[in-house]
């Protein structure tokens, strides 16, 4: 039987997904609720209110009659906190990453994405049918090379050229140098496309992102769902970039738009986010990140996402496991999540964890290390 035959086969490397039962009271070292926000009474109640007045569901896609003035209010304020011209909400940043790199590129398009790029990203690149070149993560020596090797052989009619990296990285925890990117960018004449899915909330002034100066060849995603403690995700770029995206992008014409539970939750956020509260929050998070640089000497420390790399994928999972034993839970990553040989124990932290539970998580770290 195929199906059976297949999940052998995973079980045996090691590689079998399940999705756990966590007890209660567990320490969540694994979350991507950097702020606790999920969890902020400001922001269920936002979730309740406006579900009260616009309903559970949204009931059809936003081009249909799932808009709402909620959704509106959300983009105005998302537009102003990033300072830029517009911005378009998508239903996920999976969502996003499907529907607007698609609609960037086609089959006249190279593509010039970096290795470690999230799986969403891979998609939305096949989905394009766009010439994808990888380049090795971070590396703009080689980024510049390839983009002058196209430039060459484009001659007259040139395919245009994108580059997409993250701004923070999902599974390293390191940071693109996006000034470099910027620079390369202009130089060939590429559109810059910046998956901010773990930096807006947390990095910059008021957790506006790393990229705080929104050009006419950069847009920028951000996702609601991690710092913001909601769902859904945003395309922040010019007013004519959100007219084309709402004209091309597949995944924003064809899907029921976000329940308003979910944009009343945003908003909220969002304005946590902006305040002197939300600025106590990111000290927090910051102040328990440097504990951990200190303690545990992981040459890291860009971001609250700690990447602690065991190579064996059965290793790994063990090392969970072992942790969960002692009500610690800090998931393993393994292939095709990351390359293959780098199974690695994915620790997050979050403004909501106290001095007391990151001392007991070091204590723990230290019997499996
Ligand atoms: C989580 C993540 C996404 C997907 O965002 P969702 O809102 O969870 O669908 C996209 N890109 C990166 C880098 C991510 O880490």
């Known amino acids: 039987m195929f199906f059976e035959d297949e999940l052998h086969s995973l079980k045996v490397q090691g590689l079998l997904r399940e999705i756990k039962k966590l007890p209660k009271g567990i320490l969540n070292f694994c979350s991507n609720d950097y702020l606790g926000l999920s969890q902020h009474p400001k922001v ?48 996920s940043g999976y969502h996003a ?22 799986a969403s990203i891979i998609d939305g690149c096949r989905l394009s049918r766009a010439k994808v070149q990888v380049y090795p993560h971070n590396d703009m020596d080689h980024l510049e090379k390839q983009l002058a090797a196209h430039r ?3 001659a007259s009619c040139e395919p245009r050229a994108l580059i997409i990296t993250e701004s923070v990285f999902s599974m390293e925890g390191d940071l693109a140098p996006l000034d470099d990117l910027k620079k390369i960018a202009e130089k060939y004449e590429a559109l810059l496309y910046i998956d901010e899915a773990h930096a807006v909330g947390m990095f910059g002034e008021k957790g506006r992102g790393r990229v705080c100066h929104i050009s006419e060849n950069i847009l920028t995603m951000g996702t609601l769902g991690k710092a913001f ?103 393993g990553i393994r292939p095709p999540t990351v390359p293959a040989g780098t199974s690695r124990l994915r620790l997050t932290l979050s403004a909501r964890h106290t001095v007391r539970e990151i001392k007991k998580l070091l204590e723990n770290l230290k019997n499996i290390l």
């Open 229 to 331: 403690g909601s769902y859904g995700a945003f395309i922040a770029g010019s007013q004519v970039m959100k007219k084309y995206l709402l004209n091309k992008a597949r995944s924003f014409i064809f899907a029921t738009a976000l329940p308003p539970a979910s944009v009343g939750a945003s908003l909220a956020a969002l304005k946590i986010i902006q305040s002197r509260e939300g600025e106590k929050l990111r000290e927090e998070l910051w102040s328990s990140v440097d504990v951990l640089n200190q303690e545990l000497n992981l040459c890291q420390g860009d971001s609250p996402i700690f990447s602690i790399r065991m190579g064996d994928a059965k290793k790994t999972m063990q090392a969970s496991t072992k942790l969960l034993r002692n009500n610690i839970y800090i998931q």
């Open 97 to 118: 990453n499907i529907g607007v790199i698609p609609a960037l590129a086609d089959e006249n398009t190279i593509i010039f994405s970096d290795e470690l790029n999230h």
């Open 44 to 91: 269920i109640e936002g979730a309740i209110q406006a579900s009260k007045k616009y309903g559970a569901g949204s009931g059809a896609a936003r081009l249909v009659s799932g808009n709402n003035p909620l959704m509106e209010e959300l983009e105005q304020c998302l537009t102003q906190w990033k300072k830029t011209e517009a911005v378009l909400l998508f239903n």
């Open 152 to 154: 060459q052989s484009a």
